[in-house]
């Protein structure tokens, strides 16, 4: 039961470049999201999807880009990173139904130089 | 604005000892609040309470919510090395939001 997985799981970027970090579950979940999780500011969602080809912005989504062609894959793509984006960012899905626990991913730690 | 605020920050205990960890909020239209223990790695689900006074509770662990009072606790009884981990305190708000607000965590350690 290989659950929910995060790719790649460290990632040291230049200012600039463009990068996406990958995010998969084997649950069939309607629900994925994203999230970055910094000092002094806990969990922050960034983007959230309730099935493919729908997706909504969360708390801290500029800078973002994600999408959703298939149920299982949940990409992040960061346009041109800047260092305010060097972060721990989780992924994370929940059932079908809204509003239930949320099971996040190992973590990505991005460091933008 | 939805508001999560844990407290302590942090607890230092010893082996045995209980603790008692707070979780206050302010949202619109609360629906749920969840916690988590998270390691050095992901969170890990603990808890969802909808209703108020119902206690939950899963071996040492337990939680209850009030929300009259707008908050809810997690109680550790005989507390392990183990249980050292950042705790979080997440809630559920809104008509057909699906966004979680996080509180900051409180980062328990317990010692020898």
């Known amino acids: 039961d290989a659950g929910i997985t995060q790719s790649p799981r460290y990632k040291i970027t230049e200012t600039g470049r463009q990068v996406t970090l990958m995010c998969h579950q084997t649950?069939?979940?309607?629900?994925m999201f994203w999230y970055r999780q910094d000092l002094g500011h806990g969990l922050r969602l960034i983007y959230y999807?309730?099935?493919?080809?729908?997706?909504d912005k969360g708390e801290v989504p500029d800078g973002y880009v994600v999408s959703r062609s298939k149920t299982e894959n949940f990409p992040l793509t960061l346009e041109s990173a800047t260092r305010s984006q060097t972060s721990v960012y989780f992924c994370?899905?929940?059932?079908?139904?809204?509003?239930?626990?949320?099971?996040f991913g190992p973590g990505t730690r991005l460091t933008v130089t | 604005e939805d508001k999560v605020v844990q407290s302590p920050l942090s607890l230092v205990v010893h082996e045995g000892d209980t603790v008692t960890l707070n979780c206050s909020y302010e949202?619109?239209?609360?629906?749920?609040l969840l916690w988590y223990k998270q390691e050095k790695k992901a969170p890990t689900f603990l808890f969802m309470l909808?209703?108020?006074?119902i206690e939950k509770k899963s071996g040492r662990l337990s939680s209850i919510l009030d929300k009259k009072e707008l908050f809810s606790i997690l109680n550790i009884t005989a507390t392990q090395t183990g249980d050292s981990a950042i705790y979080l305190c997440?809630?559920?708000?809104?008509?057909?939001?699906?966004?979680?607000?996080f509180g900051k965590g409180t980062k328990l350690s317990v010692i020898p």
């Open positions: 649950w069939s979940h309607s629900y």
């Open positions: 909808t209703s108020s006074g």
């Open positions: 994370a899905s929940t059932k079908n139904r809204a509003r239930r626990e949320q099971y």
């Open positions: 949202v619109t239209n609360f629906r749920s």
């Open positions: 997440a809630v559920y708000s809104g008509a057909g939001s699906y966004q979680l607000t």
């Open positions: 999807s309730a099935a493919a080809d729908i997706t």
